[in-house]
């Protein structure tokens, strides 16, 4: 096989090298990148960009059908023996190639480090060409914090392979890695980068204007700056102003995010007291935002909607056409059930204490219908609706193994019907792989088609982590971890619910009937018993000691959490006797 391409460009050029670089490996007969001088023959592969010089090497079958590509989509097909993998953008060029390895070749990219690669002697490339579109065009992954930065090249490759296309990284973060993440994620894979979340104090450091402008801070009782002050037009001004010198040195980065530091947004000042805090925010982001937009146009400005910020204000001119507005519907939405499945949301699970501190803070409680309610109003307000997600962060509290895929590809359809562009998912600890990587798996493949069989998709990670001969118990191990997590448990809160709130926050609302404990425990016992013995045929299986050692960790977590739960509920029962 020869691979020619035609155009002189490191996303592309990468794209070839790892065609030929797996092909070789697949097939043990070397391929190689031809110069574009040669005519292609019969099995080899031609990669292309559209373009006006592109257009005499086209045959017109794929000619045809580049007008019909979106986002970074490509198209990819078979003419008279030639295989054509062509893109408007050069992503779309390298996300091509992964998809011709995967439906071609049989490779799965299940997670960093963990790939299969079938035995093939050799492939027979055929297929008429056909277009090949995201349903999401914002499909980022936010590293808020890793324990090993040397884990990110690894962590960069799987995105791309996984055709996510972005990733977001709080602005100190970025600077400390800057050189890895510039050429292994934006120079060689084309990943955007979204960078600023939670760093208002980066642009505006307290070190350096709080003597000289102690106005622009929001202090606590002591003095200590806790967040920006969102009512002076003054800070808005010299955030920009530091933005776009960020900007001029880091010309890689496509989205910066103007975030409060992380929390609720309080200020005590006479312009910001009794004030609805969202609409300040609001306010402040969109003359920041404007003021970018003269100097850096192509740049989109990431406004996080959050805490007391996550209601529209009513009443305001819509943002900036730079500006994306992140929707974060974490504290409130019961993540293992889908965001537009009315019946559920978090509003019964709050206790007195966070009651008075979101009355306090103008924030509120939200159920899914409203969740959703809040996402078609920003849906007026900016060309660029997007959410921010947990799916991959459920262990962020409390660092357990879930299985929430089912609700992941509901929710990529709703956002698609709203007209929404993506997400950014929130992944906190990458050394947790294997608790979040089916779930990451299943975001990436349902962002890209939420028409996909969920059973095909979950085959198709199972066989990637562990085999062909393991594929069977491992399908089986996420089918019972599915039911544990939505067995309804005491007075139908199910495990999510009971494993990531306080058993006395609780009880507090619901009550606790005693005789119910027992017969739940024994259920959840039962599931986790049936997990243990599937993970034992698994390592029988010759399935990799790591993956099997790491579910066995998690499961043990599970069974612990729940006992420790199980024990607080009979206290509280006890106690309101």
């Known amino acids: 096989m020869r691979i020619f391409c035609n155009t002189e460009n490191a996303i592309v050029e990468f794209a070839a090298a790892e065609l030929a670089s797996y092909a070789s490996r697949l097939t043990g007969k070397k391929a190689k990148v031809a110069s574009n001088g040669c005519n292609p023959k019969r099995g080899d592969v031609v990669l292309l960009?559209?373009?006006?010089?592109?257009?005499?090497?086209?045959?017109?079958?794929?000619?045809?059908?580049?007008?019909?590509?979106?986002?970074?989509?490509?198209?990819?097909?078979?003419?008279?023996?030639?295989?054509?993998?062509?893109?408007?953008?050069?992503?779309?060029?390298?996300?091509?190639?992964?998809?011709?390895?995967?439906?071609?070749?049989?490779?799965?990219?299940?997670?960093?480090?963990?790939?299969?690669?079938?035995?093939?002697?050799?492939?027979?490339?055929?297929?008429r060409p056909a277009v090949h579109n995201p349903a999401l065009?914002?499909?980022?992954?936010?590293?808020?914090?890793?324990?090993?930065?040397?884990?990110?090249?690894?962590?960069?490759?799987?995105?791309?392979?996984?055709?996510?296309?972005?990733?977001?990284?709080?602005?100190?973060?970025?600077?400390?890695?800057?050189?890895?993440?510039?050429?292994?994620?934006?120079?060689?894979r084309g990943l955007r980068l979204d960078i600023g979340a939670h760093s208002a104090f980066f642009f505006l450091p307290p070190e350096k204007y709080l003597d000289s402008h102690p106005e622009y801070y929001a202090?606590?009782?002591?003095?200590?700056?806790?967040?920006?002050?969102?009512?002076?037009?003054?800070?808005?001004?010299?955030?920009?102003?530091?933005?776009?010198t960020f900007l001029n040195e880091n010309p890689e980065v496509a989205v910066v995010g103007l975030w409060p530091e992380d929390g609720f947004v309080e200020c005590s000042c006479r312009n910001c007291a009794g004030k609805n805090l969202a609409r300040l925010v609001y306010e402040f982001v969109s003359r920041a935002a404007e003021s970018i937009a003269g100097r850096h146009p192509a740049v989109l400005i990431n406004h996080l909607a959050y805490l007391n910020s996550t209601c529209p204000p009513g009443g305001v001119a819509p943002l900036h056409d730079n500006v994306l507005v992140n929707f974060c519907d974490y504290w409130d939405r019961t993540i293992n059930h889908p965001v537009c499945d009315y019946r559920h949301g978090c509003k019964p699970l709050k206790n007195d204490q966070e009651c008075e501190e979101y009355r306090r803070t103008a924030a509120r409680f939200r159920d899914h219908k409203e969740i959703c309610e809040e996402m078609a109003a920003w849906r007026k307000l900016t060309k660029h609706p997007t959410v921010f997600s947990y799916y991959s962060d459920l262990i962020m509290k409390q660092r357990l193994l879930t299985n929430v895929a089912k609700s992941i590809q509901q929710d990529m359809r709703y956002l698609h019907a709203l007209g929404y562009e993506g997400f950014v998912d929130c992944c906190c600890h990458p050394h947790e792989w294997m608790a979040m990587a089916w779930n990451l798996f299943a975001l990436?493949?349902?962002?890209?088609?939420?028409?996909?069989?969920?059973?095909?998709?979950?085959?198709?990670?199972?066989?990637?982590?562990f085999g062909k001969h393991g594929v069977r118990d491992a399908q089986r191990f996420y089918e019972l971890l599915d039911e544990f997590e939505n067995e309804p448990c005491l007075l139908g809160f199910n495990v999510l619910d009971l494993l990531h709130r306080n058993p006395r926050e609780t009880a507090y609302f619901a009550g606790v009937i005693p005789e119910l404990v027992e017969p739940c425990e024994l259920r959840f016992s039962s599931l986790l018993h049936l997990?243990?013995?599937?993970?034992?045929?698994?390592?029988?299986k010759s399935a990799p000691v790591e993956a099997v050692q790491s579910f066995r960790q998690n499961v043990y977590r599970l069974e612990d959490k729940l006992k420790e739960k199980f024990d607080a509920y009979l206290l509280c029962a006890s106690d309101r006797k």
């Open 531 to 540: 997990m243990k013995e599937t993970l034992d045929r698994l390592a029988l």
């Open 444 to 465: 990436s493949e349902f962002s890209w088609d939420f028409e996909m069989e969920y059973d095909e998709v979950l085959e198709r990670f199972c066989r990637g982590v």
């Open 219 to 244: 202090k606590n009782a002591q003095g200590k700056p806790k967040q920006l002050c969102y009512s002076h037009f003054g800070a808005a001004d010299a955030l920009a102003g530091r933005v776009n």
């Open 49 to 127: 960009q559209a373009g006006e010089h592109a257009e005499t090497s086209m045959p017109g079958q794929i000619k045809n059908l580049i007008p019909r590509i979106k986002h970074d989509g490509f198209v990819s097909g078979v003419c008279a023996g030639v295989c054509y993998v062509a893109a408007c953008e050069e992503r779309g060029i390298l996300y091509g190639v992964y998809d011709l390895l995967e439906c071609k070749y049989g490779v799965i990219f299940a997670g960093p480090g963990m790939e299969y690669l079938p035995e093939v002697r050799s492939v027979s490339l055929r297929g």
């Open 137 to 188: 065009s914002m499909r980022f992954i936010g590293f808020h914090a890793f324990d090993d930065a040397a884990t990110l090249p690894g962590i960069f490759d799987w995105m791309a392979k996984r055709k996510f296309n972005g990733l977001q990284m709080f602005a100190h973060h970025y600077m400390e890695n800057r050189e890895v993440v510039r050429i292994e994620a934006a120079k060689k």
